[in-house]
């Protein structure tokens, strides 16, 4: 994939219309050139949450239905009869396959089966194999993924509160098994989570990259971040190019993104759009600023909205690099906790510390240690005065109760119990708005 001189095609589309918009971004950066007919075709969207219990803003989180489907339709005229659509979400209970198969069913993807004869598939049910990625690093990926003829990767538009943007090289995260995904997350800050990330190019077979911005994020990739009607298509043959072009339609310059500065040195790639050539809309007329990062004290202490509350006695530090997405997904519900259990009166001078490298403050009264990585950095701590330790991998939402209820932060049992119908309260921003349209989501 490095560069031989000549320009990267990408393009960029309104989405108006259904088929139309996507066959165009297609069309126009020559998405699907050279593409033999017995092709093996694996299309990777991006699916990263998903709930039985409540319905949740899908926007700007999940790939669109209309995009998959539209881009299926295209391979079925190309004459492609081997069709996979693949995805492994994250689920709070790692061994939980009737969210993925729930997922798959509301999403459309068993009437595309019907329609057109495509397969999907969750990963986690199915084989991995190693590959060195170089440079010491080994990650299994699923074996559907890594023999395809190619790859239609369908990421959505979005920022990522640790990537800085979440596009066509992240979605690929995707494919890899649990263990592999944690390994990503690394304490080592010369491969950190954006090295790992860049890295993953190196197994990634011939691909096509289309960003749904359809529906952008801020704050992503959850969906306690914001969505935006954005109704924005873009389309390369070239990863890194597809996903140089959607950070500054973002509002960032590639290299403001640290895994695009890696991915580029790797490929001996300018950081920069000048080997690029764009078609369709222009950057400038389409680009909007979308932030990534949520808002902390200066130092890093408590979320800025706890701040606000009059929180005292407290310290959640704020995310690093390190927190890996099995342990994030408790982090929404348990700072929801918090705030519901504040009652005006200070606590006992709590700290909660999360991830793999975070160190105790000298002199907090007691320490809650947030998973098993955690827990292993710390445990033989001499700072820590009073040592609160959950040690799952991921840990148990009753685990975390009882933690926190030790530390004398008395969170409510049925939040954690029932994480999964907490998406349903973000759903109000939302509520009779036209723009945020179901539809999208669904196969008619």
């Known amino acids: 994939m490095r560069s031989d001189g000549e320009k990267k095609r990408v393009s960029i589309v309104r989405y108006e219309r259904k088929q139309d918009s996507v066959r165009k971004a297609v069309e126009l950066c020559g998405g699907l050139d050279h593409l033999p007919r017995d092709a093996r075709v694996f299309i990777k969207p991006n699916i990263v949450f998903w709930s039985k219990a409540v319905r949740f803003p899908k926007w700007g989180v999940i790939t669109t239905s209309r995009v998959v489907e539209d881009m299926v339709i295209l391979l079925k005229e190309h004459g492609i009869d081997k069709i996979t659509i693949g995805e492994g979400m994250v689920t709070f209970d790692p061994k939980d396959t009737d969210t ?45 993924f890594l023999h395809a003829d190619f ?21 690929i995260k995707g494919t890899i098994d649990m263990n592999s995904r944690k390994k990503c997350h690394s304490a080592d800050q010369e491969r950190d989570l954006n090295f790992m990330v860049s890295r993953l190019l190196r197994v990634l077979p011939p691909c096509f990259t289309l960003l749904d911005g359809i529906y952008t994020a801020e704050r992503g990739p959850g969906f306690d971040g914001k969505a935006r009607r954005s109704n924005l298509l873009v389309g390369s043959r070239d990863i890194i190019s597809a996903d140089m072009v959607g950070a500054m339609l973002l509002g960032y310059e590639p290299g403001e993104v640290p895994y695009l500065v890696h991915a580029a040195d790797s490929e001996g790639r ?27 004290t200066a130092d890093g202490n408590l979320p800025l909205p706890m701040k606000r509350m009059g929180i005292e006695g407290l310290s959640y530090r704020q995310y690093d690099l390190t927190l890996c997405t099995y342990c994030s997904m408790a982090s929404g519900p348990v700072l929801a906790g918090i705030a519901q259990a504040w009652k005006g009166e200070p606590w006992e001078d709590v700290e909660v510390l999360t991830g793999k490298s975070m160190k105790p403050t000298p002199g907090k009264k007691k320490t809650i240690l947030l998973g098993k ?19 799952g991998c991921p840990p148990s939402p009753r685990k975390i109760v009882e933690a926190f209820h030790k530390a004398g932060i008395p969170i409510s049992p049925d939040l954690l119990e029932q994480m999964d119908k907490l998406p349903g309260f973000y759903m109000r921003k939302y509520e009779g708005k036209p723009e945020f349209d179901d539809s999208f989501f669904k196969v008619e």
């Open 373 to 391: 990585c955690m827990y292993q950095a710390n445990k033989d701590n001499p700072d820590i005065r009073e040592m609160i330790a959950v040690k």
């Open 151 to 171: 790859v239609v990767d369908l990421p959505v538009l979005k920022t990522h509160v640790q990537t800085v943007v979440s596009l066509g090289i992240k979605n």
């Open 270 to 296: 300018p950081v920069d759009l000048s080997d690029i050539e764009i078609s369709g809309e222009r950057i400038e007329d389409a680009a909007s600023r979308h932030q990534y990062a949520f808002p902390y």
């Open 100 to 144: 993925p198969a729930h997922a798959f069913e509301n999403l459309g993807y068993t009437l595309l089966k019907k329609r057109y004869g495509i397969e999907y598939v969750n990963i986690h049910e199915r084989s991995f194999e190693k590959r060195d990625l170089g440079d010491g690093v080994h990650l299994n990926f699923n074996t559907d």
